[in-house]
Every structure is written in C-alpha cells, then in structure tokens.
C-alpha cells in the first residue's frame, strides 16, 4: 500500500506590505483558487496588525489560516507599542511567526527574548512558527549547525513538552531572505535534518519544518521534496496570487 503522504504547509509573510484594497484582492483570489489544490496542502497566511479584521472577514470559514508576524514577550501592562497575544487571539489568528531574522537584526531581538514570545502565543493557543537561520558569515565560517542549534535550544528550555509538541519551526538562512538566492534543496535539507534531530530527541513528535529564503515556483517542488522540508514560510512571492499558488501546487 502507498504510504500515506503528509499536508505540506505553505505560510505567506506579508511583512510591512499591503492595503486594504490589495489585500481583498489578494485575498479573494486565494479563497478561490485555494480549492484546487486539494487537501494534501494546507495555506496559511501572517499580515500587519491593522489587517487582522480584514482577514478575519476575508478567511473565516475558508480552508486558509491567518497569524501575525510578533507577538509581545509580555501578557499585557506598560509595553508601549507591543500586541499582546491574547488580543490577536480575539481576531481567530492561530498563527504567530516569532524569531524572524528581521526582527532578531533590526530589533535585537535575543533568542530568550523569541522564546518568551513563542511561549505567550502557546498560552493563547497560537502556534508560534519559530524562525531561525545563520548568517552569510556564519556559514561560511561553518558555524551554521551550532547557530540554529543554539537559537532552537533557548526555545526548547523555557517550554514544557506539551508546548513543544505544539511548534512550527522555520528554518530561513538570512543570506537567503529577500536575496533571490535560495538555499539548494540539500544545503536546506541537511540544516533540516539537523534540526530534525533535535526536535525529535526533546520533543519526541515530529515538529513541522518549513523552509524559508527566495522560495519561487521554479524552486519550491525541489525544495519541498525533501524528506524533512514540511512546506515553506513564503515572504516576497507570497504577495502576488499567481506565486503564492504555483509554491504551494510546487508542494504536493
Ligand atoms: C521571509 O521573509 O520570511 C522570507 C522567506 O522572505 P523571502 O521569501 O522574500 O525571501
């Protein structure tokens, strides 16, 4: 008998893009044609915060999730500026990306600092989808291994299992975001498998892994082929319609 193949997971990051007006349209061609691709891949969507009502109208009751990109390290009080978790829970939002290499350099963000915040989404029910990924110069000074390693630790020791069991984890090298150079599907799979390892020794279930970094339609089926590549957290390509479906047709 065939063996049964697992959804793949397709996730747009909007980062600071966006409009109302281009947001429907995006959205409505998603609720569309998101049917096509069958059951075996599963949409998902983060956008700004002053879109979460649009999107909450939009995709209530479709097939396609809807998250943010943070979430505040605090439950509420004097955090200027912060959203809490437990208020986008209020929109239906069930996922929160934490940890994005953007936030990690122009925020310094710490990893204790992401897993706080993956730990507040949890408690609001919200599955953090934690990014980690090296430099260009950690790479190449063949550090990668021991970069990710130690982002995903300081995520593992403040969770308890249960929360663990719960995680999305992406791994987007940051020489790869927004470049157009992607990681080759095996430069991507031996990070994944490494993380893998990891996730399966602390956690003990299988935590899905998406790759992120350039994901394009001519790259995704390659990429998501791979035995430990889940799916794909899809930032630039996942602003037009057209790319976001033939990355996501890519995974089936
Ligand atoms: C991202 O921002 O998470 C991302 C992967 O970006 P891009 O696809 O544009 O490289």
């Not at 998101?34 to 649009?54: F, I």
């Not at 992406?170 to 031996?190: K, M, R």
């Not at 399966?200 to 990429?223: H, M, Q």
């Amino acid at each position: 008998m065939a063996k049964k193949q697992r959804a793949k997971l397709v996730v747009g990051n909007w980062k600071m893009n966006g409009s109302i007006a281009e947001n429907d349209t995006l959205l409505n061609g998603l609720v569309q044609r998101a049917a096509t691709l069958e059951s075996r891949v599963l949409l998902g969507v983060c956008v700004p915060y002053p879109y979460l009502a649009q999107v909450q109208m939009q995709l209530t009751g479709t097939p396609i999730a809807y998250g943010v990109q943070d979430v505040s390290a605090y439950t509420h009080g004097a955090y200027t500026g912060d959203v809490s978790a437990r208020m986008v829970a209020e929109f239906g939002v069930t996922l929160a990306i934490v940890g994005h290499s953007e936030r990690r350099t122009l925020h310094t963000e710490s990893s204790k600092l992401v897993a706080a915040k993956a730990q507040r989404a949890l408690e609001a029910n919200i599955i953090p989808i934690v990014c980690v990924g090296e430099t260009l110069d950690e790479r190449r000074a063949g550090q990668t291994n021991t970069v990710i390693h130690a982002q995903l630790t300081a995520v593992l020791d403040t969770l308890d299992k249960d929360h663990v069991a719960r995680l999305i984890v992406a791994y987007e090298p940051v020489w790869a975001i927004g470049t157009g150079q992607s990681a080759t599907a095996q430069q991507a799979q031996q990070v994944h498998a490494v993380l893998r390892k990891q996730l399966t020794t602390r956690g003990g279930i299988r935590v899905p892994l998406l790759y992120g970094g350039s994901v394009k339609p001519d790259n995704a089926e390659e990429l998501f082929s791979q035995v430990d590549i889940d799916g794909g957290l899809i930032g630039g390509a996942s602003l037009s319609e057209i790319d976001f479906l033939a990355i996501s047709a890519g995974s089936l």
